[in-house]
């Protein structure tokens, strides 16, 4: 089934560091791609989202793009904050156990650390 | 972005006794409901999906009778743990969204549930 594979981490930057987080997926199609970011103690929040192969989604400073010919979207900041220090989840939507919904399948997450 | 609430945000309990969370879509109106599952440091586990007006649909493993799903409006659905025990401690999350693929789930804050 549709499956997307992440840089577990965790993962610690200096502050203004060069962030990157992969993910790939393995998809039928071309399904809508997503990341979501999770703070400490929180729901999760969509970051941003590709609906098509060479969108490019962004937010906040962060940017990915849709790669077919890779079949990545992997997740890049330039210069990383404090306050970026969460948990980052890569998901793509697939079909639910009833087959009459699209649930999301997400990666296993990657905790960032940023540190001043 | 839409806004999801969820109530409580917290809730303490004594084993045995029911739990419900609500989940509310404020600003639009929610065809598909989902409730995930999280524990410590781990991804979200999908447990239900649910379409306003019908029966929720359980992944495999989730004991519908143990987990009520109810989603009888747009922009209402609640989760019942009946007879509590302490392994169904958990950070309990719900999410919303329209029906189609690439619609983005918008995720509410999370209920933090401990059963003593």
């Known amino acids: 089934g549709d499956s997307v594979t992440q840089m577990e981490g965790p993962v610690t930057l200096s502050e203004e560091a060069f962030l990157t987080i992969n993910c790939t997926y393995t998809a039928t199609g071309y399904p809508s791609l997503f990341w979501y970011v999770q703070y400490p103690g929180e729901g999760l929040q969509l970051l941003l989202k590709a609906t098509k192969a060479d969108d490019k989604g962004s937010n906040k400073g962060f940017e990915a793009t849709y790669r077919k010919e890779t079949t990545s979207f992997h997740l890049e900041k330039g210069s990383v904050q404090v306050s970026d220090s969460a948990v980052y989840f890569c998901a793509l939507p697939a079909q639910n156990s009833g087959g009459s919904n699209y649930k999301l399948t997400f990666g296993k997450g990657t905790l960032l650390t940023v540190n001043p | ?116």
């Open chain 2, 1 to 116: 972005g839409a806004v999801v609430s969820q109530h409580p945000s917290w809730v303490i309990c004594k084993s045995g006794t029911s739990v419900k969370i609500e989940c509310r879509s404020l600003d639009f109106q929610a065809t598909t409901m989902f409730w995930y599952r999280q524990f410590p440091k781990q991804s979200l586990m999908l447990m239900a999906t649910s379409n306003e007006g019908s029966k929720a649909t359980y992944e495999q493993g989730v004991e519908k009778d143990k987990f009520l799903i109810n989603h009888a409006s747009l922009t209402l659905s609640t989760l019942t743990v009946t007879s509590a025990h302490p392994e169904d401690s958990s950070f309990y999350i719900c999410s919303a969204s329209g029906w189609w693929p690439g619609e983005t789930q918008y995720f509410g804050p999370g209920t933090r549930l401990l059963v003593l």
